[in-house]
């Protein structure tokens, strides 16, 4: 099975590399790790080493209009699991660049929270909200479209399968729209998306984002609210919703505090079940590319039967 794997790996490389020699390429990649220690939870005491995440990337540019991209990725099992890092492919498109927007064709990036994880900069440390909580996936196999409106504003479709990285399984299709503009010095987003799923049981998310950047601050407010129809033998609708809060400012050279706040309420209609994440941290720039970031994480539950988990982590980032 591990030799299958391997040489399909190679492959989808060799396939997408024969056609980029003659292009502009570029590879690379990042790497997350750390070493983490629950303080109390229903996970107390377990600790360990662990890579959250790595990525090998290739870029291939045709032109300046027709560009490429390829990346694998592999991550930790979890903790109690003895299998190895199996890398897969986690993009895999091309882009044609136009005067007024673009278009990408493949398993290419969504439109759910690409720039929410931009603003926040800490990937390494946390997903955002919406990805923490499996609210869409961060690439899908189908077609995105940009289009300039002028200004600092644009539109964007997408059109795909609505499964990441899993083959498709019905006949339909997810459907999103996000429109970006600035409103007094202030990026704003708003999303939304609708994804049809067997027996009626449709998905449909509506979403804002409001960020400022720059080189003193970057910060941003998310919010987001989910309806996942039921059918009458299922009961109610379920109906939740999430707000997250976060930003970074420097505090001396090479080095910026980051803070986080998200209320995550995965259904109205149940009761004690809101969550509450807290991250806070260190960003220390040991050399260009290279970050060493002490950090804490607490998850506090409205379940009066559920103790807080307290989580502090070492995470080391570098990329290449």
Not at 7 to 15: D, E, F, H, K, R
Not at 100 to 114: D, K, M, N, R, Y
Not at 166 to 194: F, P, W
Request: hydrophobic share 35%; glycine share 12%.
């Amino acid at each position: 099975m591990r030799l299958k794997t391997a040489i399909l790996s190679m492959a989808l490389l060799g396939g997408l590399a024969l056609p980029a020699l003659a292009a502009e390429g570029k590879i690379s990649g990042y790497m997350v790790g750390d070493y983490y220690y629950n303080l109390s939870g229903p996970a107390e005491k377990q600790n360990g080493f662990r890579f959250n995440r790595i990525y090998f990337t290739y870029d291939a540019k045709w032109s300046d209009k027709v560009s490429g991209r390829f990346r694998l990725e592999a991550n930790d099992a979890g903790f109690g699991k003895r299998e190895r890092m199996i890398p897969y492919v986690k993009e895999c498109g091309i882009t044609w660049k136009q005067a007024q927007g673009s278009i990408s064709a493949g398993l290419v990036p969504t439109l759910t929270w690409a720039l929410q994880e931009k603003v926040w900069g800490y990937r390494p440390i946390e997903k955002t909200i919406m990805d923490l909580h499996a609210k869409g996936t961060a690439v899908d196999l189908g077609l995105s479209w940009t289009r300039k409106l002028g200004g600092s504003s644009s539109l964007s479709l997408m059109l795909s399968n609505g499964n990441g990285y899993s083959a498709e399984s019905d006949n339909d299709k997810k459907v999103a729209v996000q429109a970006l503009t600035k409103v007094g010095g202030l990026d704003a987003k708003l999303y939304a998306d609708m994804q049809p799923q067997k027996g009626g049981k449709d998905q449909t998310t509506l979403a804002g984002f409001v960020s400022k950047s720059g080189e003193g601050f970057h910060g941003g407010v998310e919010g987001f609210y989910r309806i996942d129809k039921k059918t009458a033998a299922d009961g109610e609708d379920q109906k939740g919703f999430g707000v997250s809060v976060f930003g970074a400012k420097p505090v001396g050279e090479g080095k910026k505090v980051f803070v986080r706040a998200d209320l995550y309420e995965p259904n109205g209609d149940a009761e004690d079940d809101q969550e509450t994440l807290l991250i806070g941290g260190l960003d220390w720039a040991l050399a260009k590319d290279l970050h060493l970031m002490p950090n804490l994480r607490v998850t506090l539950f409205q379940d009066s039967g559920k103790d807080a988990e307290l989580t502090p982590r070492l995470t080391g980032f570098f990329e290449f």
